[in-house]
């Protein structure tokens, strides 16, 4: 069974920069679509970046283009999210999460990073 373990979340001020990790077990990285997401206080789950093998691409939602990053690393089995230019907005528990298309349902989940953006 494939888990998920997320970690590298903390506390940052804002403009600063942090980065998430997701180190997969259980099965290496072959599945179809790779995600990040995001979930704030109060407010619903939102997408926040997605790595596709099939077709091969990378999306970003729109308030994130320009100051996250995210990548992937198939020999160690772990893919990273790198955070610059944070905000306060930006405070939220952080989930890796495998599926097979981006815009579909995602099967497996992580048990989530807390990131806080404040002074």
């Known amino acids: 069974q494939l888990q998920l373990v997320e970690f590298g979340g903390g506390l940052v001020q804002p403009g600063g920069s942090l980065r998430l990790s997701c180190a997969a077990s259980?099965?290496?990285?072959?599945?179809?679509?790779l995600g990040w997401f995001r979930q704030a206080p109060g407010k619903e789950r939102e997408g926040v970046s997605c790595i596709s093998s099939s077709p091969s691409s990378t999306y970003y939602a729109d308030s994130m283009k320009g100051r996250f990053t995210m990548s992937r690393d198939n020999a160690t089995n772990t893919v990273y999210l790198q955070m610059n230019s944070m905000k306060p907005e930006d405070t939220a528990v952080y989930y890796c999460?495998?599926?097979?298309?981006?815009?579909?349902?995602?099967?497996?989940w992580g048990q989530g990073t807390q990131v806080t953006v404040s002074s």
């Open positions: 999460a495998v599926g097979l298309l981006c815009d579909g349902d995602f099967s497996s």
């Open positions: 259980g099965s290496t990285l072959d599945r179809i679509a």
